[in-house]
């Protein structure tokens, strides 16, 4: 079984609908991450998470929002759905413990393609 | 300007052959560089970090020029399954957060 999963993996949906991804991991790491990849832009960060009770806006925050259910669990939420949100949705985790002493390596779930019609 | 910059490609290798790309960032301040391949709309994993004396892994070297800030990847014997986008990532912190560029395509011909 992969270590970090996302569901769904697809999911069309109509402006201003409320969608929720979810992201789970059996890593066992503390840190978790949602980014979203555009075409011909690098991954751009939305909300990362460092416990369960640390919660941090990314670069481009507005119009999502995050809950971090357990150490395991990280979800990200569209309350209004726009077309401008249709992108590849990516939950990723690291390690607070491990690493080389300055960055922790993130590991990737499989990716989320949204589409807003 | 884009805090981490690449070519965005396609470098078209033939098999076999040497090919090389670099990465500038804008931040002097970045304390870790790394390298992540990313496959056709799947998920990145890291290739490789880059430290400051360089460093290879098999057929993968990087290097880092913190003067011009700049880092390059260089893959030799250049294998059809080496198709993908690298995609530069930097950490201008020292705790977790790092910036991706929009990474570089590279396409291995037979």
């Known amino acids: 079984d992969a270590d970090v999963t996302q569901t769904p993996r697809n999911r069309i949906t109509k402006t201003g609908k409320r969608i929720m991804l979810e992201c789970s991991q059996t890593?066992?790491?503390?840190?978790m991450y949602w980014y979203r990849q555009d075409p011909g832009l690098g991954l751009q960060l939305i909300y990362y998470s460092f416990d369960v009770k640390d919660i941090n806006k990314g670069e481009i925050s507005d119009g999502y929002s995050v809950s971090r259910q357990a150490q395991a669990k990280f979800s990200l939420s569209l309350e209004s759905a726009i077309p401008n949100q249709t992108a590849l949705y990516f939950c990723?985790?690291?390690?607070?413990?491990?690493?080389?002493?300055?960055?922790?390596?993130?590991?990737f779930g499989p990716g989320t393609r949204l589409t807003v019609l | 300007r884009k805090e981490v910059e690449q070519d965005p490609g396609p470098f078209n290798v033939p098999e076999g052959a040497t090919v090389a790309f670099n990465c500038t960032y804008s931040n002097s301040a970045s304390q870790s560089f790394f390298w992540y391949r990313q496959d056709c709309r799947k998920e990145p994993k890291l290739l490789m970090s880059v430290y400051s004396s360089g460093n290879e892994d098999g057929r993968f070297t990087a290097q880092l020029n913190r003067a011009s800030q700049y880092i390059s990847l260089l893959i030799r014997d250049s294998k059809l399954s080496d198709s993908a986008t690298y995609l530069c990532?930097?950490?201008?912190?020292?705790?977790?957060?790092?910036?991706f560029g929009a990474g570089t395509q590279v396409v291995v011909t037979p």
């Open positions: 990723a985790t690291s390690d607070s413990s491990g690493g080389d002493g300055y960055t922790d390596t993130q590991y």
């Open positions: 990532v930097v950490s201008p912190w020292s705790w977790g957060k790092l910036q």
């Open positions: 890593k066992g790491h503390d840190r």
